[in-house]
């Protein structure tokens, strides 16, 4: 039954597109129709193929952003300028476009309400797994801690603002604290550096021997912060981390 399981998760099904949502100038959200999806776990992601008509496919991975509460399947790309899949699915789209997906695949950075506090770290685009643990701690009324710190270049590229603000508006909801690496407007009164170990110290506190960190971004900046709070005293095997490069988008 597990192999026949596995099997199913590895074949590639048609997805629909419902809904194109635009987050930022460069990413969008991809709401999603897949008949027969047998769900996922916040922080999994999919394989998605596209086939020109010439034959050629192209392949790429794609973070889950939706919770797995969620009717629809939600993927959030951002466009790479000189990227070969990531240019067509945010520019050229549309409802009722078609295009192959497989998954949910990945079993080791994912979170479920009930295992305890949340601490996230995200660089630009790696906030989208993250935001699937924050969308799925909101549905299942969990009242276990969560802080997100999100570096983004400027705040016009903060994906998912105005759903980060109510969310941390709500009671309950996640702490989130931003850093701005490039551009900052006017008053800006949140962080303005890269990340670092005292500003992840100012924004989790003291490690917490029951949390579980969870890390996403480009690969330097991951190994940086991993590294920075396993420094401030938290546990290696509660800090979990996923990474990205130029893949060619």
Not at 120 to 138: D, F, Q, W, Y
Not at 223 to 234: I, K, N, Q
């Amino acid at each position: 039954m597990a192999g026949a399981a596995l099997l199913g998760r590895l074949a590639w099904q048609l997805a629909e597109v419902v809904e194109l949502v635009p987050e930022t100038p460069r990413t969008a959200s991809l709401l999603l129709d897949v008949p027969g999806w047998a769900g996922h776990r916040a922080g999994q992601h999919v394989d998605v193929r596209l086939t020109a008509e010439d034959g050629y496919q192209a392949q790429r991975s794609y973070s889950i952003a939706s919770a797995p509460e969620n009717e629809r399947l939600a993927l959030t790309v951002e466009r790479l300028d000189d990227g070969e899949v990531s240019p067509f699915l945010v520019d050229e789209l549309r409802a009722g476009d078609r295009f192959e997906l497989r998954g949910p695949i990945g079993g080791y950075f994912v979170w479920e309400a009930g295992s305890g506090p949340l601490l996230l770290v995200a660089g630009g685009s790696g906030i989208v797994p993250l935001m699937a643990m924050l969308r799925h701690r909101e549905v299942a009324g969990s009242d276990e801690r969560a802080a997100l710190l999100y570096s983004a270049r400027s705040l016009d590229d903060v994906i998912y603002r105005e759903e980060l603000a109510r969310l941390s508006a709500g009671d309950g909801g996640p702490e989130v604290a931003y850093t701005l690496t490039r551009e900052r407007p006017d008053g800006w009164t949140g962080y303005g550096r890269r990340v670092d170990a005292a500003m992840l110290a100012e924004v989790f506190g003291l490690a917490d021997s029951a949390a579980t960190a969870f890390v996403c971004g480009p690969t330097r900046f991951v190994e940086t912060v991993a590294d920075a709070l396993v420094g401030l005293g938290h546990d290696p095997a509660r800090v979990k981390t996923e990474r990205f490069g130029p893949t060619g988008g």
